[in-house]
Protein backbone atom coordinates (compact mmCIF):
# COMPACT_ATOMS: atom_id res chain seq x y z
CA UNK A 1 0.00 0.00 0.00
CA UNK A 2 1.24 3.50 -1.02
CA UNK A 3 1.99 5.99 1.48
CA UNK A 4 -0.14 8.62 -0.26
CA UNK A 5 -2.86 10.33 1.54
CA UNK A 6 -5.60 12.42 0.21
CA UNK A 7 -8.50 14.13 2.65
CA UNK A 8 -11.03 14.47 2.13
CA UNK A 9 -12.67 11.24 0.76
CA UNK A 10 -15.93 12.78 -0.60
CA UNK A 11 -17.15 16.40 -0.44
CA UNK A 12 -20.39 17.71 -1.26
CA UNK A 13 -20.39 21.42 -1.72
CA UNK A 14 -22.02 24.47 -2.67
CA UNK A 15 -21.68 26.86 -5.80
CA UNK A 16 -19.12 29.93 -5.25
CA UNK A 17 -17.24 27.89 -2.13
CA UNK A 18 -13.44 28.13 -1.87
CA UNK A 19 -12.65 24.39 -1.30
CA UNK A 20 -8.78 22.92 -0.78
CA UNK A 21 -8.34 19.36 -1.55
CA UNK A 22 -5.41 17.73 0.85
CA UNK A 23 -2.40 15.53 -0.60
CA UNK A 24 0.73 14.34 1.42
CA UNK A 25 2.80 11.49 0.65
CA UNK A 26 5.59 10.02 3.03
CA UNK A 27 8.06 8.35 0.99
CA UNK A 28 10.11 11.46 0.19
CA UNK A 29 9.20 11.54 -3.81
CA UNK A 30 10.03 15.10 -5.41
CA UNK A 31 7.82 14.82 -8.41
CA UNK A 32 3.88 15.44 -7.81
CA UNK A 33 0.80 14.97 -10.22
CA UNK A 34 -2.96 15.98 -9.45
CA UNK A 35 -5.07 14.47 -12.01
CA UNK A 36 -8.89 15.06 -12.87
CA UNK A 37 -11.20 11.53 -13.99
CA UNK A 38 -14.62 11.11 -15.14
CA UNK A 39 -16.30 8.07 -14.54
CA UNK A 40 -15.58 5.71 -17.28
CA UNK A 41 -12.81 8.10 -18.42
CA UNK A 42 -9.42 8.28 -18.77
CA UNK A 43 -6.91 10.44 -16.47
CA UNK A 44 -6.22 13.49 -17.57
CA UNK A 45 -2.94 15.37 -15.96
CA UNK A 46 -3.92 18.99 -14.45
CA UNK A 47 -1.02 19.57 -12.02
CA UNK A 48 2.34 18.44 -11.60
CA UNK A 49 5.39 19.57 -9.46
CA UNK A 50 8.77 18.29 -9.78
CA UNK A 51 9.89 19.19 -6.61
CA UNK A 52 9.79 22.48 -3.37
CA UNK A 53 8.16 25.62 -5.40
CA UNK A 54 8.14 24.19 -8.70
CA UNK A 55 4.84 23.95 -9.86
CA UNK A 56 3.11 23.52 -13.87
CA UNK A 57 0.04 23.41 -15.26
CA UNK A 58 -0.87 19.79 -16.70
CA UNK A 59 -2.51 18.96 -20.39
CA UNK A 60 -6.09 19.43 -19.19
CA UNK A 61 -6.38 23.25 -18.46
CA UNK A 62 -8.38 23.58 -14.82
CA UNK A 63 -9.62 26.52 -12.89
CA UNK A 64 -7.61 24.93 -9.46
CA UNK A 65 -3.96 26.22 -8.50
CA UNK A 66 -1.29 23.97 -6.16
CA UNK A 67 1.11 24.86 -4.14
CA UNK A 68 4.58 23.19 -3.17
CA UNK A 69 5.97 24.33 -0.35
CA UNK A 70 7.07 21.05 1.15
CA UNK A 71 7.97 18.21 -0.34
CA UNK A 72 5.26 16.16 1.18
CA UNK A 73 2.30 18.19 0.64
CA UNK A 74 0.38 19.42 -2.88
CA UNK A 75 -2.88 20.99 -1.64
CA UNK A 76 -4.99 21.43 -4.53
CA UNK A 77 -7.49 25.01 -4.51
CA UNK A 78 -10.79 25.91 -5.99
CA UNK A 79 -11.37 29.34 -5.17
CA UNK A 80 -15.12 29.10 -6.74
CA UNK A 81 -16.38 26.18 -7.16
CA UNK A 82 -18.77 25.48 -9.87
CA UNK A 83 -20.81 22.34 -10.75
CA UNK A 84 -18.69 21.79 -14.09
CA UNK A 85 -16.04 21.39 -10.95
CA UNK A 86 -17.47 17.98 -10.30
CA UNK A 87 -15.05 15.23 -10.63
CA UNK A 88 -12.74 12.53 -8.73
CA UNK A 89 -9.17 14.26 -8.01
CA UNK A 90 -6.85 11.88 -7.89
CA UNK A 91 -2.99 12.93 -6.12
CA UNK A 92 0.01 10.60 -7.61
CA UNK A 93 3.83 11.03 -6.49
CA UNK A 94 7.04 9.21 -8.32
CA UNK A 95 10.36 8.85 -7.62
CA UNK A 96 12.81 10.17 -9.97
CA UNK A 97 15.63 7.92 -9.18
CA UNK A 98 13.05 4.57 -9.64
CA UNK A 99 13.64 2.82 -12.98
CA UNK A 100 10.14 2.03 -13.26
CA UNK A 101 9.30 5.91 -12.97
CA UNK A 102 5.53 4.35 -11.62
CA UNK A 103 3.07 6.26 -10.11
CA UNK A 104 1.54 6.06 -6.69
CA UNK A 105 -1.71 7.11 -6.74
CA UNK A 106 -3.44 8.49 -3.49
CA UNK A 107 -7.20 6.76 -2.53
CA UNK A 108 -8.72 10.14 -4.66
CA UNK A 109 -11.32 12.89 -3.63
CA UNK A 110 -14.69 12.54 -5.12
CA UNK A 111 -15.71 16.20 -5.08
CA UNK A 112 -19.60 17.25 -5.96
CA UNK A 113 -20.79 20.87 -6.37
CA UNK A 114 -24.17 21.31 -6.09
CA UNK B 1 -1.21 14.34 -30.45
CA UNK B 2 -0.63 11.18 -29.01
CA UNK B 3 -3.96 8.92 -28.52
CA UNK B 4 -4.57 5.65 -27.01
CA UNK B 5 -7.19 3.39 -27.52
CA UNK B 6 -8.67 0.53 -24.56
CA UNK B 7 -11.68 -1.41 -25.43
CA UNK B 8 -14.16 0.29 -24.46
CA UNK B 9 -16.39 -2.42 -23.77
CA UNK B 10 -16.29 -4.84 -20.36
CA UNK B 11 -14.20 -7.89 -20.58
CA UNK B 12 -16.32 -10.74 -19.55
CA UNK B 13 -14.39 -13.93 -18.65
CA UNK B 14 -14.74 -17.53 -16.73
CA UNK B 15 -12.55 -18.08 -13.83
CA UNK B 16 -9.60 -20.20 -15.00
CA UNK B 17 -9.50 -18.32 -18.30
CA UNK B 18 -6.78 -15.75 -19.82
CA UNK B 19 -7.79 -12.43 -19.84
CA UNK B 20 -6.47 -10.43 -23.00
CA UNK B 21 -6.51 -6.88 -22.87
CA UNK B 22 -5.62 -4.22 -25.82
CA UNK B 23 -3.63 -0.93 -25.84
CA UNK B 24 -3.56 0.69 -29.12
CA UNK B 25 -1.78 3.69 -29.26
CA UNK B 26 -1.00 6.68 -31.94
CA UNK B 27 2.20 8.04 -33.44
CA UNK B 28 5.43 7.80 -31.59
CA UNK B 29 6.00 4.57 -29.75
CA UNK B 30 6.96 5.48 -25.43
CA UNK B 31 10.28 5.33 -24.36
CA UNK B 32 7.70 3.13 -21.45
CA UNK B 33 4.49 1.16 -21.68
CA UNK B 34 2.81 0.99 -17.81
CA UNK B 35 -0.27 -1.16 -16.53
CA UNK B 36 -1.92 -0.25 -14.18
CA UNK B 37 -5.31 -1.74 -12.01
CA UNK B 38 -8.12 -0.05 -10.62
CA UNK B 39 -10.92 -0.72 -8.08
CA UNK B 40 -13.97 1.18 -7.90
CA UNK B 41 -13.33 4.64 -5.75
CA UNK B 42 -9.70 4.07 -6.05
CA UNK B 43 -6.66 5.13 -7.35
CA UNK B 44 -4.64 2.83 -9.59
CA UNK B 45 -1.94 1.06 -8.69
CA UNK B 46 1.06 0.10 -10.89
CA UNK B 47 1.42 -3.53 -11.96
CA UNK B 48 4.29 -3.64 -14.75
CA UNK B 49 6.24 -1.86 -17.11
CA UNK B 50 7.91 -2.85 -20.22
CA UNK B 51 10.56 -0.77 -22.25
CA UNK B 52 10.76 0.62 -25.98
CA UNK B 53 13.39 -2.45 -26.65
CA UNK B 54 11.41 -5.36 -24.83
CA UNK B 55 8.68 -7.68 -26.78
CA UNK B 56 7.29 -9.13 -23.06
CA UNK B 57 7.32 -8.72 -19.57
CA UNK B 58 6.15 -11.18 -16.73
CA UNK B 59 5.11 -11.06 -13.44
CA UNK B 60 3.63 -13.86 -11.39
CA UNK B 61 0.54 -14.43 -13.50
CA UNK B 62 0.58 -11.30 -15.45
CA UNK B 63 2.20 -11.15 -18.86
CA UNK B 64 2.87 -8.05 -21.16
CA UNK B 65 3.68 -8.00 -24.81
CA UNK B 66 4.23 -4.86 -26.68
CA UNK B 67 4.61 -4.64 -30.34
CA UNK B 68 6.26 -1.23 -31.83
CA UNK B 69 5.07 -2.39 -35.32
CA UNK B 70 1.61 -2.58 -34.47
CA UNK B 71 1.55 0.05 -31.77
CA UNK B 72 0.47 -2.18 -29.30
CA UNK B 73 0.69 -3.68 -25.81
CA UNK B 74 -1.20 -6.83 -24.41
CA UNK B 75 -1.82 -7.78 -21.26
CA UNK B 76 -2.37 -10.87 -20.27
CA UNK B 77 -3.87 -12.40 -16.70
CA UNK B 78 -3.43 -16.16 -16.68
CA UNK B 79 -5.31 -18.35 -14.70
CA UNK B 80 -7.99 -15.71 -13.70
CA UNK B 81 -9.76 -15.49 -10.44
CA UNK B 82 -13.04 -13.50 -9.30
CA UNK B 83 -10.38 -10.99 -7.25
CA UNK B 84 -8.64 -10.10 -10.52
CA UNK B 85 -11.90 -8.26 -11.78
CA UNK B 86 -11.13 -4.36 -11.74
CA UNK B 87 -10.71 -2.15 -14.56
CA UNK B 88 -7.03 -2.23 -16.37
CA UNK B 89 -5.19 1.51 -17.65
CA UNK B 90 -2.54 1.57 -19.61
CA UNK B 91 -0.34 4.42 -19.42
CA UNK B 92 2.09 5.93 -21.70
CA UNK B 93 5.49 7.46 -20.82
CA UNK B 94 7.68 8.87 -23.67
CA UNK B 95 10.32 9.12 -22.21
CA UNK B 96 10.71 12.57 -22.82
CA UNK B 97 8.09 14.44 -20.58
CA UNK B 98 9.49 14.67 -17.24
CA UNK B 99 8.11 11.74 -16.10
CA UNK B 100 4.25 12.49 -17.41
CA UNK B 101 1.68 9.66 -18.06
CA UNK B 102 -0.33 9.86 -20.98
CA UNK B 103 -3.52 7.32 -19.88
CA UNK B 104 -5.52 5.39 -21.23
CA UNK B 105 -9.29 5.16 -20.73
CA UNK B 106 -9.30 1.40 -19.08
CA UNK B 107 -11.07 -1.61 -19.73
CA UNK B 108 -13.57 -3.09 -17.42
CA UNK B 109 -12.54 -6.76 -16.45
CA UNK B 110 -15.02 -8.86 -15.01
CA UNK B 111 -14.12 -12.44 -14.23
CA UNK B 112 -16.82 -15.29 -13.25
CA UNK B 113 -16.74 -17.75 -10.62
Known amino acids: EADIYQTPRYLVIGTGKKITLECSQT?????MYWYQQDPGMELHLIHY???????EKGDLSSESTVSRIRTEHFPLTLESARPSHTSQYLC?????????????FGPGTRLTVL | SQKIEQNSEALNIQEGKTATLTCNYT??????LQWYRQDPGRGPVFLLL?????KEKRKERLKVTFDTTLKQSLFHITASQPADSATYLC????????????FGQGTELSVKP
Open chain 1, 92 to 104: ASSDPGSSYNEQF
Open chain 1, 27 to 31: MGHDK
Open chain 1, 49 to 55: SYGVNST
Open chain 2, 27 to 32: NYSPAY
Open chain 2, 50 to 54: IRENE
Open chain 2, 91 to 102: ALDMGNQGGKLI
